[in-house]
């Protein structure tokens, strides 16, 4: 009997797109089909792509040409290519990327199975299975998909559609799952993970998510990311405060400091607005944790609004943050405006701003050596490092603490930080 088709995943992007391609690979999981993590093994490869500004739309595709060579390389190998990219493009893109053999939107990957076996002549049977592989000790729970917000910049709610928030229901019992498979960190993102239950009726909102997933047994940390300033709110504060697994670590995508800017780009907020939040936080969680990101060289940017931002990263002392050059994209209103600034003007500016940022960030993680840390283990690493995080450092953005010696995935360990090098911390385990 020849045995059924292997499908491998390469995934480009960001964490809404993992946990896209971990629901795809449970599909798969409870099919008749196989996982496969190795290339040379697979007879399909589904790349799940990131289309949300141009230099990721330029990788996807160069990362796709490239499959098209492996797949050409033996007979009988298929390539699917999946994600944001297909989705912003849409009929387009299958008259530009013939080395696909389907392309397949965000909004149709439930369709995975059902393309699979047009693509092998193989059935997937009938089977139904959970919702997530999981197996990690950090794992993100997506709790919404899709946008409200009009941000001048922004493709993504052309790219994932209205703002759509899950239900409870599905995500405790997603949370449970998680865990019950090894996590011991959940990460709960969206797109605008705080203004979840805004499309529900009644006065649903994430603190009930939060106060949920909380309580899941066995978990150990819980963690918010793409939280918008607008949406910190008292209740939410509180709701940090009085549930041990919550992480006083937040995400806050701020993007600029001007006004005027933040006004151009169709945002909310100023500055000393910012501050005012950032000063309430830290009040009621003096051990907080917080990181942003900022866009630099918009159009009609000054010099006189870089100094502002300038200014603001140096009181706004935030741990991390992630600066990007301003990207104009097709079909935003931001790529229409006047005052376009040119590329290297963008890319200075956006180089300045960013080693100011690290400049903050290295000194507030300097402040760490000679403290002692809840640690929680991730084993080895690539090159068999040790390594863990503390609970200021959300996964793979914030850096690491690089362990004297290995200790198991999953375990929360106590230790002592001796080092510091930009974000990584180096530590003593204690136990």
Known sequence: ?????????????????????????????????????????????????????????????????????????RPG????????????????????????DALIPVADEPSLLAVLERLTGASAGASRGPARTGGGVSEYLQVSDGCFRSCAYCTIPAIRGPYRSRPLDELTAEASLLVSRG????????????????????????????RSIASTPGLEWLRLMYVQPDTVTPRLIETMLSLPPVRHYLDMPLQHASA??????????????????????????????????????????????????????????????????YSAEEGTSAAELPGQVPDEERFERANRVREAADEVSTARATRLIGSTLDVLSEGEDAE????????????????????????????????RIDSAYGYDLEGEVLE
């Open 260 to 325: 005027g800017i933040l006004r151009a780009m169709r945002r909310t907020g100023s500055g000393d607005g910012f501050l005012g939040s950032i000063a309430e936080l830290r009040s009621a969680m003096p051990d907080i944790v917080l990181r942003s990101t900022f866009i630099a060289g918009f159009p009609g940017e000054t010099e006189e609004d870089v100094d502002t931002l300038l200014d603001f990263i140096a009181e706004a002392q935030l741990d991390y943050v992630g600066v990007f050059p």
């Open 77 to 100: 190998r298929s390539l699917v290519v999946t994600g944001c990219m297909v989705s912003r493009y849409g009929d387009a893109l299958a008259d530009a990327m013939p080395e696909a």
């Open 384 to 415: 068999g490092f040790a390594v863990g995080r503390w609970s200021g450092q959300a996964p793979e953005v914030d850096g690491y603490v690089m362990l004297d010696r290995v200790v198991d995935a999953g375990r929360i360990i106590r230790a």
């Open 1 to 73: 009997m020849a045995r059924p088709p292997a499908i491998a995943f390469l995934t480009l992007g960001c964490p809404k797109n993992e946990v896209d391609s971990d629901r795809m690979r449970a599909s798969v999981l409870a099919s008749t089909y196989r996982l496969a993590d190795d290339l040379d093994e697979a007879d399909v490869v589904v790349l799940n792509t990131c289309g949300f500004i141009t230099d990721a739309v330029e990788e996807s595709v160069g990362v796709a040409l490239d499959l098209a060579e492996w797949r050409d390389e």
């Open 183 to 210: 996590a011991k960190e959940l990460v709960l993102i969206g797109q605008d993970t705080s203004s979840w239950g805004r499309d529900f009726e009644g006065d649903a909102d994430i603190t009930d998510v939060v």
